[in-house]
């Protein structure tokens, strides 16, 4: 149970460590804000699924590891959509504190 906790906790600081780093790493490179939020959430949501098939191809007496990407892909599916409904919030309220005029 321990070691279950210990990969999972690994695993989501692995994969926020991953959404920090690709958000700065658009900033870095000057890209627009919707341009730093893809690269976040593509750097984030790593390919858990690779990980599955290489484990399970490179490794096929260690079922600890398929386990761990398989958690792995299910936190990182899970955590991109919570990401993106924040990030669409945060979008809403800010156009709600700051509504712009339409041309209509």
Request: a positive charge.
């Amino acid at each position: 149970m321990q070691s279950g906790l210990v990969v999972i906790l690994a695993i989501a600081v692995h994969n926020i460590v991953g959404y920090i780093l690709g958000y700065y790493s658009g900033a870095l490179f000057g890209m627009s804000k919707p341009k730093k939020r893809t690269i976040s959430i593509e750097v984030g949501v790593q390919n858990a699924g690779l990980a599955t098939g290489l484990s399970t191809k490179f490794f096929p007496g260690n079922a600890e590891s398929a386990i761990a990407a398989a958690v792995a892909c299910i936190w990182h599916s899970v955590s991109g959509s919570i990401l993106a409904n924040i990030f669409a919030w945060w979008d809403k309220r800010q156009e709600a504190k700051n509504p712009t005029v339409s041309d209509t």
